[in-house]
Protein backbone atom coordinates (compact mmCIF):
# COMPACT_ATOMS: atom_id res chain seq x y z
CA UNK A 1 0.00 0.00 0.00
CA UNK A 2 1.48 3.23 -1.34
CA UNK A 3 1.72 6.19 1.09
CA UNK A 4 -1.67 8.03 1.45
CA UNK A 5 0.58 11.63 0.00
CA UNK A 6 1.92 9.54 -2.85
CA UNK A 7 -1.50 8.16 -3.69
CA UNK A 8 -2.80 11.54 -3.84
CA UNK A 9 -0.02 12.19 -6.19
CA UNK A 10 -0.89 9.46 -8.15
CA UNK A 11 -4.82 10.69 -8.55
CA UNK A 12 -3.24 13.98 -9.40
CA UNK A 13 -1.05 13.35 -12.11
CA UNK A 14 -3.66 10.49 -13.57
CA UNK A 15 -6.16 13.87 -13.46
CA UNK A 16 -3.92 16.87 -14.98
CA UNK A 17 -2.99 14.63 -17.31
CA UNK A 18 -6.64 13.56 -19.10
CA UNK A 19 -7.54 16.90 -18.25
CA UNK A 20 -5.07 18.03 -20.36
CA UNK A 21 -5.92 16.39 -22.79
CA UNK A 22 -9.89 16.34 -23.21
CA UNK A 23 -8.87 20.13 -22.84
CA UNK A 24 -6.45 20.18 -26.09
CA UNK A 25 -9.18 18.06 -28.09
CA UNK A 26 -12.37 20.31 -27.28
CA UNK A 27 -10.29 23.52 -26.55
CA UNK A 28 -8.12 23.56 -29.99
CA UNK A 29 -11.95 23.48 -32.45
CA UNK A 30 -13.37 26.05 -29.87
CA UNK A 31 -10.10 28.06 -30.38
CA UNK A 32 -10.10 28.03 -33.59
CA UNK A 33 -13.99 28.77 -34.15
CA UNK A 34 -13.03 31.53 -31.52
CA UNK A 35 -10.24 33.28 -33.80
CA UNK A 36 -11.80 32.73 -37.10
CA UNK A 37 -15.68 33.76 -35.50
CA UNK A 38 -16.80 37.53 -36.95
CA UNK A 39 -19.89 37.25 -35.18
CA UNK A 40 -21.19 39.75 -32.67
CA UNK A 41 -21.72 36.92 -30.36
CA UNK A 42 -18.13 36.43 -30.08
CA UNK A 43 -17.54 38.27 -27.42
CA UNK A 44 -20.21 36.46 -25.03
CA UNK A 45 -18.91 33.06 -26.03
CA UNK A 46 -15.11 34.80 -25.23
CA UNK A 47 -17.11 36.23 -21.85
CA UNK A 48 -17.98 32.48 -20.83
CA UNK A 49 -14.70 31.00 -21.60
CA UNK A 50 -13.00 33.46 -19.64
CA UNK A 51 -15.26 33.23 -16.74
CA UNK A 52 -13.38 30.29 -14.32
CA UNK A 53 -10.43 33.26 -14.82
CA UNK A 54 -12.92 34.94 -12.30
CA UNK A 55 -15.66 33.21 -10.74
CA UNK A 56 -14.62 31.86 -7.20
CA UNK A 57 -13.69 28.11 -7.47
CA UNK A 58 -15.83 27.17 -4.29
CA UNK A 59 -19.24 28.82 -6.82
CA UNK A 60 -18.45 26.98 -9.57
CA UNK A 61 -17.87 23.93 -7.31
CA UNK A 62 -21.40 24.66 -5.81
CA UNK A 63 -23.20 24.41 -8.83
CA UNK A 64 -21.11 21.67 -10.46
CA UNK A 65 -22.10 19.68 -6.93
CA UNK A 66 -25.74 20.54 -7.88
CA UNK A 67 -25.84 19.73 -11.14
CA UNK A 68 -23.58 16.37 -10.49
CA UNK A 69 -25.78 14.97 -7.99
CA UNK A 70 -28.02 11.84 -8.39
CA UNK A 71 -31.23 14.55 -7.67
CA UNK A 72 -30.49 16.57 -10.92
CA UNK A 73 -30.29 16.18 -14.06
CA UNK A 74 -26.66 15.85 -15.51
CA UNK A 75 -26.01 13.33 -12.79
CA UNK A 76 -29.27 11.60 -13.75
CA UNK A 77 -28.21 11.16 -17.24
CA UNK A 78 -24.50 9.92 -16.21
CA UNK A 79 -25.54 7.35 -13.92
CA UNK A 80 -28.06 6.17 -16.10
CA UNK A 81 -25.84 6.29 -19.08
CA UNK A 82 -22.48 4.62 -16.80
CA UNK A 83 -24.61 2.93 -14.14
CA UNK A 84 -22.06 4.66 -12.05
CA UNK A 85 -23.12 8.12 -9.53
CA UNK A 86 -20.76 11.03 -10.62
CA UNK A 87 -20.58 13.24 -7.94
CA UNK A 88 -17.46 12.13 -5.94
CA UNK A 89 -16.29 10.08 -8.23
CA UNK A 90 -12.71 10.18 -10.13
CA UNK A 91 -15.12 11.76 -13.38
CA UNK A 92 -16.50 14.44 -11.53
CA UNK A 93 -13.15 15.68 -10.67
CA UNK A 94 -11.94 15.44 -14.12
CA UNK A 95 -14.70 17.29 -15.72
CA UNK A 96 -14.57 19.94 -12.99
CA UNK A 97 -10.82 20.51 -14.10
CA UNK A 98 -11.64 20.42 -17.59
CA UNK A 99 -14.24 23.84 -17.01
CA UNK A 100 -11.86 25.40 -14.61
CA UNK A 101 -9.27 25.52 -16.75
CA UNK A 102 -10.64 25.99 -19.98
CA UNK A 103 -9.33 29.42 -20.24
CA UNK A 104 -5.69 28.09 -19.52
CA UNK A 105 -6.27 25.90 -22.85
CA UNK A 106 -8.30 28.07 -25.32
CA UNK A 107 -6.77 31.51 -24.76
CA UNK A 108 -3.16 31.03 -26.12
CA UNK A 109 -4.31 28.75 -28.65
CA UNK A 110 -7.12 31.31 -29.57
CA UNK A 111 -4.43 34.35 -29.73
CA UNK A 112 -1.61 32.02 -31.55
CA UNK A 113 -4.58 31.06 -34.45
CA UNK A 114 -5.56 34.98 -34.60
CA UNK A 115 -1.99 36.43 -35.63
CA UNK A 116 -1.63 33.32 -38.14
CA UNK A 117 -2.43 34.88 -41.36
CA UNK A 118 -4.41 33.81 -43.72
CA UNK A 119 -2.18 33.80 -46.50
CA UNK A 120 -0.49 30.64 -45.74
CA UNK A 121 -3.73 28.90 -45.53
CA UNK A 122 -4.45 29.99 -49.00
CA UNK A 123 -1.26 29.25 -50.19
CA UNK A 124 -1.65 25.62 -49.00
CA UNK A 125 -4.93 25.42 -50.18
CA UNK A 126 -3.91 26.16 -53.62
CA UNK A 127 -0.90 23.35 -53.34
CA UNK A 128 -3.84 21.09 -53.34
CA UNK A 129 -3.97 20.73 -49.12
CA UNK A 130 -7.57 19.99 -47.82
CA UNK A 131 -8.50 21.53 -44.24
CA UNK A 132 -6.99 18.70 -41.87
CA UNK A 133 -3.89 18.37 -43.89
CA UNK A 134 -3.40 22.14 -43.87
CA UNK A 135 -4.10 22.00 -40.12
CA UNK A 136 -1.47 19.28 -39.25
CA UNK A 137 1.16 20.48 -41.75
CA UNK A 138 0.97 24.21 -41.35
CA UNK A 139 -0.97 24.95 -38.54
CA UNK A 140 0.23 22.96 -36.18
CA UNK A 141 4.36 23.56 -37.04
CA UNK A 142 3.82 27.87 -36.40
CA UNK A 143 1.78 27.63 -33.80
CA UNK A 144 3.81 24.45 -31.83
CA UNK A 145 4.97 26.83 -28.81
CA UNK A 146 1.49 27.87 -28.21
CA UNK A 147 -0.23 24.17 -28.14
CA UNK A 148 3.06 23.64 -25.52
CA UNK A 149 2.35 26.92 -23.68
CA UNK A 150 -1.72 26.06 -23.50
CA UNK A 151 -0.90 22.12 -22.32
CA UNK A 152 1.12 22.94 -19.56
CA UNK A 153 -0.69 26.16 -18.41
CA UNK A 154 -3.57 23.65 -18.24
CA UNK A 155 -1.74 20.49 -16.68
CA UNK A 156 -0.26 22.92 -13.81
CA UNK A 157 -3.03 25.02 -13.64
CA UNK A 158 -5.07 21.62 -12.40
CA UNK A 159 -2.39 20.27 -10.54
CA UNK A 160 -3.12 23.47 -8.15
CA UNK A 161 -6.95 23.37 -8.73
CA UNK A 162 -8.48 23.37 -5.01
CA UNK A 163 -11.90 24.89 -4.75
CA UNK A 164 -13.81 23.06 -7.50
CA UNK A 165 -12.29 19.52 -6.56
CA UNK A 166 -12.97 19.86 -2.42
CA UNK A 167 -16.55 20.75 -3.22
CA UNK A 168 -17.28 18.02 -5.89
CA UNK A 169 -14.29 15.31 -5.22
CA UNK A 170 -15.37 14.41 -1.41
CA UNK A 171 -11.66 14.02 -0.30
CA UNK A 172 -11.77 10.27 -0.80
CA UNK A 173 -7.91 8.56 -1.10
CA UNK A 174 -7.27 6.82 -4.20
CA UNK A 175 -10.14 8.45 -6.18
CA UNK A 176 -10.62 12.24 -5.31
CA UNK A 177 -8.09 13.27 -2.66
CA UNK A 178 -5.38 15.09 -4.95
CA UNK A 179 -2.30 17.07 -3.57
CA UNK A 180 -3.60 20.41 -3.14
CA UNK A 181 -6.32 18.46 -0.97
CA UNK A 182 -4.19 16.25 0.94
CA UNK A 183 -1.97 19.77 1.37
CA UNK A 184 -5.35 21.45 3.22
CA UNK A 185 -5.67 18.54 5.53
CA UNK A 186 -2.74 18.09 6.57
CA UNK A 187 -2.49 21.97 7.61
CA UNK A 188 -5.99 21.41 9.34
CA UNK A 189 -4.84 18.67 11.34
CA UNK A 190 -1.73 21.28 12.59
CA UNK A 191 0.50 18.33 10.84
CA UNK A 192 2.84 21.20 9.53
CA UNK A 193 5.71 18.71 8.58
CA UNK A 194 4.08 16.58 6.39
CA UNK A 195 2.48 19.82 4.88
CA UNK A 196 5.74 22.02 4.46
CA UNK A 197 7.03 18.48 2.25
CA UNK A 198 4.06 18.75 0.11
CA UNK A 199 4.00 22.53 -0.44
CA UNK A 200 7.42 22.27 -0.86
CA UNK A 201 7.71 19.81 -4.11
CA UNK A 202 4.14 21.70 -5.51
CA UNK A 203 6.56 24.27 -5.78
CA UNK A 204 9.46 22.71 -7.10
CA UNK A 205 7.44 20.60 -9.20
CA UNK A 206 5.62 23.45 -10.60
CA UNK A 207 8.74 26.08 -10.90
CA UNK A 208 10.18 23.32 -13.17
CA UNK A 209 7.56 22.61 -15.11
CA UNK A 210 6.70 26.39 -15.77
CA UNK A 211 10.20 27.18 -16.39
CA UNK A 212 10.32 24.30 -19.06
CA UNK A 213 7.69 26.22 -20.95
CA UNK A 214 9.23 29.32 -21.03
CA UNK A 215 12.81 27.08 -22.00
CA UNK A 216 10.93 25.75 -24.83
CA UNK A 217 9.39 28.95 -26.36
CA UNK A 218 12.69 31.00 -25.88
CA UNK A 219 14.21 30.27 -29.19
CA UNK A 220 11.00 30.71 -30.74
CA UNK A 221 10.37 34.20 -29.41
CA UNK A 222 14.04 35.64 -30.66
CA UNK A 223 13.37 34.56 -34.35
CA UNK A 224 10.29 36.28 -34.69
CA UNK A 225 11.71 39.59 -33.07
CA UNK B 1 4.49 18.22 -32.40
CA UNK B 2 0.95 18.06 -30.98
CA UNK B 3 1.11 14.34 -31.17
CA UNK B 4 4.44 14.41 -29.77
CA UNK B 5 3.34 16.48 -27.02
CA UNK B 6 0.12 14.15 -26.28
CA UNK B 7 1.77 10.89 -26.18
CA UNK B 8 3.46 10.83 -23.25
CA UNK B 9 0.49 12.65 -21.45
CA UNK B 10 -1.24 9.45 -23.05
CA UNK B 11 1.38 7.38 -22.07
CA UNK B 12 0.97 8.37 -18.24
CA UNK B 13 -2.63 8.61 -17.91
CA UNK B 14 -3.44 5.19 -18.97
CA UNK B 15 -0.42 3.95 -16.85
CA UNK B 16 -1.88 5.45 -14.06
CA UNK B 17 -5.24 4.08 -14.83
CA UNK B 18 -4.30 0.76 -15.15
CA UNK B 19 -2.04 0.96 -11.81
CA UNK B 20 -4.50 2.23 -9.87
CA UNK B 21 -7.97 -0.08 -11.36
CA UNK B 22 -5.44 -2.73 -10.37
CA UNK B 23 -4.64 -1.09 -6.93
CA UNK B 24 -8.44 -0.55 -6.53
CA UNK B 25 -9.49 -4.02 -7.41
CA UNK B 26 -7.53 -5.91 -4.72
CA UNK B 27 -9.52 -4.69 -1.78
CA UNK B 28 -12.80 -5.62 -2.73
CA UNK B 29 -14.36 -5.07 0.86
CA UNK B 30 -15.10 -1.33 1.08
CA UNK B 31 -13.33 0.37 4.29
CA UNK B 32 -15.60 1.82 6.32
CA UNK B 33 -15.57 5.82 4.80
CA UNK B 34 -15.59 8.10 8.01
CA UNK B 35 -16.89 12.06 6.84
CA UNK B 36 -14.81 13.67 10.40
CA UNK B 37 -15.18 17.17 10.91
CA UNK B 38 -12.00 18.53 11.32
CA UNK B 39 -11.84 19.68 14.75
CA UNK B 40 -12.08 15.99 15.70
CA UNK B 41 -9.63 14.36 13.55
CA UNK B 42 -6.78 14.04 15.28
CA UNK B 43 -8.63 12.74 18.40
CA UNK B 44 -10.44 9.54 16.05
CA UNK B 45 -7.07 9.08 14.65
CA UNK B 46 -5.99 8.01 17.74
CA UNK B 47 -9.69 6.03 18.35
CA UNK B 48 -9.10 4.21 15.37
CA UNK B 49 -6.62 2.34 16.13
CA UNK B 50 -8.36 0.90 19.23
CA UNK B 51 -10.95 0.13 16.75
CA UNK B 52 -9.48 -1.47 14.33
CA UNK B 53 -7.88 -3.75 16.94
CA UNK B 54 -11.24 -4.49 18.50
CA UNK B 55 -13.22 -5.06 15.35
CA UNK B 56 -10.90 -5.56 12.60
CA UNK B 57 -12.73 -3.12 10.13
CA UNK B 58 -10.79 -1.17 7.98
CA UNK B 59 -11.95 2.35 7.95
CA UNK B 60 -10.91 5.46 5.56
CA UNK B 61 -11.34 9.25 7.12
CA UNK B 62 -12.58 12.21 5.24
CA UNK B 63 -11.69 15.09 7.28
CA UNK B 64 -13.78 18.36 6.45
CA UNK B 65 -15.72 21.02 7.47
CA UNK B 66 -18.84 20.28 9.22
CA UNK B 67 -20.89 22.20 7.05
CA UNK B 68 -19.43 21.40 3.47
CA UNK B 69 -19.49 17.84 4.38
CA UNK B 70 -23.18 18.15 5.34
CA UNK B 71 -23.55 19.82 1.66
CA UNK B 72 -21.80 16.66 0.21
CA UNK B 73 -23.66 13.97 2.07
CA UNK B 74 -27.05 15.93 0.98
CA UNK B 75 -25.83 15.34 -2.69
CA UNK B 76 -25.35 11.49 -2.01
CA UNK B 77 -21.79 11.88 -1.14
CA UNK B 78 -20.60 7.88 -0.66
CA UNK B 79 -19.92 8.32 3.21
CA UNK B 80 -20.90 5.82 5.63
CA UNK B 81 -20.86 7.45 9.04
CA UNK B 82 -21.42 11.30 9.69
CA UNK B 83 -19.21 12.45 12.61
CA UNK B 84 -19.78 16.50 13.04
CA UNK B 85 -18.41 19.20 14.82
CA UNK B 86 -22.66 20.37 16.20
CA UNK B 87 -25.97 18.93 16.14
CA UNK B 88 -27.71 21.50 13.69
CA UNK B 89 -26.30 19.69 10.65
CA UNK B 90 -27.00 16.16 12.36
CA UNK B 91 -30.38 17.15 12.96
CA UNK B 92 -30.69 18.27 9.36
CA UNK B 93 -30.13 14.80 7.46
CA UNK B 94 -32.45 13.44 10.05
CA UNK B 95 -35.32 15.69 8.54
CA UNK B 96 -34.47 15.34 5.26
CA UNK B 97 -34.87 10.96 6.14
CA UNK B 98 -30.98 10.74 5.13
CA UNK B 99 -29.64 8.92 8.23
CA UNK B 100 -30.48 5.28 9.87
CA UNK B 101 -33.45 5.54 12.35
CA UNK B 102 -32.14 6.83 15.72
CA UNK B 103 -28.59 6.79 15.02
CA UNK B 104 -28.25 10.44 15.69
CA UNK B 105 -26.17 10.31 18.88
CA UNK B 106 -24.12 13.35 20.75
CA UNK B 107 -20.21 11.40 20.96
CA UNK B 108 -18.79 14.93 22.96
CA UNK B 109 -19.22 17.92 24.37
CA UNK B 110 -17.06 20.73 22.97
CA UNK B 111 -15.30 22.85 25.85
CA UNK B 112 -14.57 26.51 25.03
CA UNK B 113 -11.02 27.77 26.74
CA UNK B 114 -9.08 30.96 26.02
CA UNK B 115 -5.70 31.45 24.60
CA UNK B 116 -3.51 33.61 24.48
CA UNK B 117 0.53 32.76 22.88
CA UNK B 118 2.78 35.45 24.58
CA UNK B 119 1.25 35.73 28.34
CA UNK B 120 -0.64 33.78 30.90
CA UNK B 121 -4.25 33.84 30.49
CA UNK B 122 -6.71 34.50 32.59
CA UNK B 123 -10.38 34.41 32.23
CA UNK B 124 -10.73 38.52 33.91
CA UNK B 125 -8.24 39.56 30.54
CA UNK B 126 -11.91 38.92 29.09
CA UNK B 127 -13.26 42.50 30.07
CA UNK B 128 -10.78 44.59 28.44
CA UNK B 129 -11.21 44.02 24.31
CA UNK B 130 -7.44 43.48 23.00
CA UNK B 131 -6.82 45.32 19.53
CA UNK B 132 -7.83 41.94 17.96
CA UNK B 133 -9.49 38.79 18.87
CA UNK B 134 -10.32 35.56 17.16
CA UNK B 135 -13.16 33.55 17.19
CA UNK B 136 -14.94 31.11 14.90
CA UNK B 137 -17.36 32.95 12.35
CA UNK B 138 -20.76 32.92 14.79
CA UNK B 139 -23.09 32.56 11.97
CA UNK B 140 -21.44 28.97 10.88
CA UNK B 141 -19.22 27.66 13.34
CA UNK B 142 -20.71 25.93 16.32
CA UNK B 143 -17.56 27.03 18.59
CA UNK B 144 -17.99 30.58 17.24
CA UNK B 145 -21.68 30.49 17.99
CA UNK B 146 -20.54 29.62 21.33
CA UNK B 147 -17.72 32.11 21.57
CA UNK B 148 -20.63 34.88 20.80
CA UNK B 149 -23.09 33.68 23.43
CA UNK B 150 -19.64 33.74 26.26
CA UNK B 151 -19.16 37.36 25.20
CA UNK B 152 -22.66 38.02 25.41
CA UNK B 153 -23.07 36.55 28.25
CA UNK B 154 -20.74 38.62 30.31
CA UNK B 155 -22.26 41.35 28.48
CA UNK B 156 -19.15 42.03 26.27
CA UNK B 157 -20.18 41.80 22.74
CA UNK B 158 -20.55 44.87 21.88
CA UNK B 159 -17.10 46.17 23.06
CA UNK B 160 -16.07 43.51 21.03
CA UNK B 161 -17.32 44.12 17.67
CA UNK B 162 -14.10 46.03 16.39
CA UNK B 163 -11.33 43.75 17.81
CA UNK B 164 -13.26 40.57 16.02
CA UNK B 165 -11.11 38.25 13.63
CA UNK B 166 -13.36 35.77 12.71
CA UNK B 167 -12.21 32.23 11.28
CA UNK B 168 -14.03 30.27 8.64
CA UNK B 169 -13.79 27.53 11.23
CA UNK B 170 -12.40 26.59 14.53
CA UNK B 171 -9.15 25.36 13.75
CA UNK B 172 -8.27 28.62 11.43
CA UNK B 173 -9.32 30.49 14.50
CA UNK B 174 -6.51 28.70 16.49
CA UNK B 175 -4.04 28.89 13.74
CA UNK B 176 -4.43 32.51 14.27
CA UNK B 177 -4.00 32.56 17.53
CA UNK B 178 -1.29 29.97 17.56
CA UNK B 179 0.77 31.55 15.13
CA UNK B 180 0.79 34.81 17.35
CA UNK B 181 -1.06 36.40 13.86
CA UNK B 182 -3.48 37.60 16.49
CA UNK B 183 -3.32 38.10 20.27
CA UNK B 184 -5.52 35.89 21.79
CA UNK B 185 -8.78 34.15 21.12
CA UNK B 186 -11.45 31.70 22.18
CA UNK B 187 -10.26 28.07 20.86
CA UNK B 188 -11.70 24.59 21.35
CA UNK B 189 -9.93 22.98 24.47
CA UNK B 190 -9.41 20.23 22.77
CA UNK B 191 -7.07 21.98 20.41
CA UNK B 192 -5.08 22.93 23.51
CA UNK B 193 -4.90 19.67 25.05
CA UNK B 194 -3.78 17.90 21.42
CA UNK B 195 -1.03 20.43 20.82
CA UNK B 196 0.01 20.89 25.15
CA UNK B 197 -0.72 24.71 25.50
CA UNK B 198 -2.13 26.29 28.33
CA UNK B 199 -5.68 28.16 28.02
CA UNK B 200 -8.26 28.66 30.19
CA UNK B 201 -11.71 26.49 29.89
CA UNK B 202 -14.86 28.76 29.70
CA UNK B 203 -16.98 27.75 31.83
CA UNK B 204 -19.85 25.98 30.49
CA UNK B 205 -22.66 27.70 32.21
CA UNK B 206 -21.34 30.55 29.73
CA UNK B 207 -22.61 29.41 26.66
CA UNK B 208 -25.29 26.37 25.13
CA UNK B 209 -23.36 23.24 25.40
CA UNK B 210 -21.77 22.35 22.05
CA UNK B 211 -23.04 19.08 21.32
CA UNK B 212 -21.18 17.19 18.57
CA UNK B 213 -23.10 14.44 17.15
CA UNK B 214 -22.65 12.05 14.59
CA UNK B 215 -24.99 9.75 12.21
CA UNK B 216 -25.37 6.58 10.06
CA UNK B 217 -26.23 7.33 6.57
CA UNK B 218 -28.89 5.61 5.25
CA UNK B 219 -28.85 3.00 2.06
CA UNK B 220 -25.29 2.07 2.28
CA UNK B 221 -23.31 -1.08 2.45
CA UNK B 222 -21.52 -0.56 5.64
CA UNK B 223 -24.23 0.41 8.02
CA UNK B 224 -23.43 -2.75 10.76
CA UNK B 225 -19.60 -1.69 10.27
CA UNK B 226 -20.79 1.91 11.42
CA UNK B 227 -23.04 1.05 14.00
CA UNK B 228 -20.30 -0.79 15.42
CA UNK B 229 -18.18 2.34 15.55
CA UNK B 230 -21.19 4.16 16.45
CA UNK B 231 -21.49 1.52 19.96
CA UNK B 232 -17.84 1.73 20.18
CA UNK B 233 -17.07 6.01 20.41
CA UNK B 234 -20.45 6.17 23.02
CA UNK B 235 -19.18 3.18 25.27
CA UNK B 236 -18.36 4.10 28.71
CA UNK B 237 -14.51 3.64 28.27
CA UNK B 238 -13.86 5.65 24.93
CA UNK B 239 -16.18 8.59 26.24
CA UNK B 240 -13.69 8.50 29.07
CA UNK B 241 -10.53 9.23 26.47
CA UNK B 242 -12.40 11.51 24.49
CA UNK B 243 -13.12 13.96 27.93
CA UNK B 244 -9.39 13.09 28.52
CA UNK B 245 -8.37 14.97 25.10
CA UNK B 246 -10.61 18.09 26.26
CA UNK B 247 -14.32 17.48 25.82
CA UNK B 248 -16.89 18.23 29.13
CA UNK B 249 -18.47 15.12 30.52
CA UNK B 250 -21.52 13.59 27.67
CA UNK B 251 -24.08 13.98 30.39
CA UNK B 252 -26.49 14.04 27.78
CA UNK B 253 -25.64 10.47 26.96
CA UNK B 254 -27.09 9.05 30.01
CA UNK B 255 -30.13 10.92 29.11
CA UNK B 256 -30.73 9.42 25.68
CA UNK B 257 -31.89 5.76 27.07
CA UNK B 258 -34.72 7.98 28.25
CA UNK B 259 -35.57 9.93 25.11
CA UNK B 260 -38.51 11.44 26.70
CA UNK B 261 -36.74 13.19 29.00
CA UNK B 262 -33.99 14.51 26.85
CA UNK B 263 -36.10 17.36 24.99
CA UNK B 264 -36.54 18.80 28.57
CA UNK B 265 -32.94 18.21 29.01
CA UNK B 266 -32.31 20.76 26.07
CA UNK B 267 -34.63 23.33 26.52
CA UNK B 268 -33.81 23.57 30.37
CA UNK B 269 -29.68 23.84 29.06
CA UNK B 270 -30.94 26.51 26.21
CA UNK B 271 -30.74 29.26 29.06
CA UNK B 272 -27.05 29.17 30.52
Known sequence: MPSPDLLALAVTLKMAALTTVILLLIGTPLAWFLAKMTSRFKVIIEAIVALPLVLPPTVLGFYLLIAFSPQHLPGQIWQQATGQQLAFSFSAIVIGSVLYSLPFVVQPLQ?????????????????????????????????????????????????????????????????????????????????????????????????ILLAGVYLLNLPHRKTRK | MLLSTLYPLILISSLLCMSLSVASNHNIEQPLRIAVAANFTPVLKKLLIEFHQQTNINTQIISGATGALFLQIKHGAPFDIYIAADSIRPQRLEQQNLILTDSRKTYAIG??????????????????????FAIANPDIAPYGKAAKQTLQYLGLWQQYQHSLITG?????????????????????????????????????????PIQQQLVIIKNRDNIAQAKRLSQFLLSPKIQQTIVSFGYANNALLLQEKAPHKKVQQEKSNAKP
Not at chain 1, 117 to 127: I, K, Q, R
Not at chain 1, 182 to 204: G, M, P, Q, R, T
Not at chain 2, 111 to 132: G, H, I, T
Open chain 2, 111 to 132: QLALLSMNKKSRLSDLARPPKY
Open chain 2, 168 to 208: ININQTFAQVRSQAVSSGLVANSQLVLNKLDGVVIPSSYHH
Open chain 1, 111 to 207: KAFEQLGDSVLEAGAMLGAGPIDRFFTIVLPLTKASFITAASLGFAHTVGEFGVILMIGGNIPGETRVLSIALFDHVEAFDYAKAHVLAISLLIGSM
